[in-house]
């Protein structure tokens, strides 16, 4: 652990927050001679107070025990890089534009890849008026179902959840060019070009 580095950060993050050393000390229930030697590089925070400073910051506890916050590339507004996350407990779902920590019921997420769809998993995809009509033969049980349908193009994403016991029956913009995604709780990751 390199003292310097967190300390370094704790205080960059303190003046970000408009927090005077004095300050940061009274929420933490700690001196400000605390705060200080930690800034300048003297000792690292006692493991219970980690958390409150991860709190006060906002700031991932790894990233602050690192001591480095790397900001992401920019991407220019292309949504087929969209990576999704989904919690195998509560089945959240979650959409990121760039690499990012995610995590859901206390477990750290990684984003699936869709893979190409085979036929126990295609859905069927119907044009009617200016609508794609999306229904699958697919399970749709408590323990097996698809939870998620969405129609990915360079800058839109609509994301249409799906609920177990239900039939799957839905409908899409029919958007002229895009990437049918939807997720099985039991294989994953499904894409089809539609």
């Given at each position: 652990m390199d003292t310097t580095k967190i300390g370094s950060l704790i205080r960059r993050l303190r003046i970000e927050k408009g927090l005077t050393q004095l300050q940061l000390a009274e929420q933490m229930n700690i001196s400000d001679k605390t705060v200080s030697k930690w800034e300048r590089g003297m000792g690292c925070p006692d493991v219970s107070l980690l958390s409150g400073l991860s709190g006060i910051f906002e700031v991932d506890l790894e990233k602050l025990l690192?001591?480095?916050l790397e900001a992401n590339d920019t991407l220019g507004g292309n949504m087929k890089k969209l990576k999704f996350y989904?919690?195998?407990?509560?089945?959240?779902?979650?959409?990121?534009?760039?690499?990012?920590?995610?995590?859901?019921?206390?477990?750290?997420?990684?984003a699936i890849q869709p893979q190409p769809v085979e036929e126990s998993h295609r859905l069927t995809v119907e044009r009617v008026e200016t609508e794609f009509y999306l229904t699958s033969?697919?399970?749709?049980?408590?323990?097996?179902?698809?939870?998620?349908?969405?129609?990915?193009t360079m800058d839109t994403l609509i994301l249409r959840k799906q609920y177990p016991e239900w039939d799957l029956q839905t409908r899409l913009p029919?958007?002229?060019?895009?990437?049918?995604?939807?997720?099985?709780?039991q294989h994953g990751l499904f894409s089809q070009r539609i």
């Amino acid at each position: 652990m390199d003292t310097t580095k967190i300390g370094s950060l704790i205080r960059r993050l303190r003046i970000e927050k408009g927090l005077t050393q004095l300050q940061l000390a009274e929420q933490m229930n700690i001196s400000d001679k605390t705060v200080s030697k930690w800034e300048r590089g003297m000792g690292c925070p006692d493991v219970s107070l980690l958390s409150g400073l991860s709190g006060i910051f906002e700031v991932d506890l790894e990233k602050l025990l690192s001591g480095e916050l790397e900001a992401n590339d920019t991407l220019g507004g292309n949504m087929k890089k969209l990576k999704f996350y989904v919690c195998p407990d509560c089945g959240n779902v979650i959409t990121a534009l760039a690499d990012t920590a995610v995590s859901c019921c206390g477990k750290k997420l990684k984003a699936i890849q869709p893979q190409p769809v085979e036929e126990s998993h295609r859905l069927t995809v119907e044009r009617v008026e200016t609508e794609f009509y999306l229904t699958s033969e697919h399970p749709m049980s408590k323990e097996h179902y698809i939870s998620f349908v969405a129609l990915l193009t360079m800058d839109t994403l609509i994301l249409r959840k799906q609920y177990p016991e239900w039939d799957l029956q839905t409908r899409l913009p029919g958007l002229a060019h895009g990437t049918l995604l939807w997720y099985c709780n039991q294989h994953g990751l499904f894409s089809q070009r539609i």
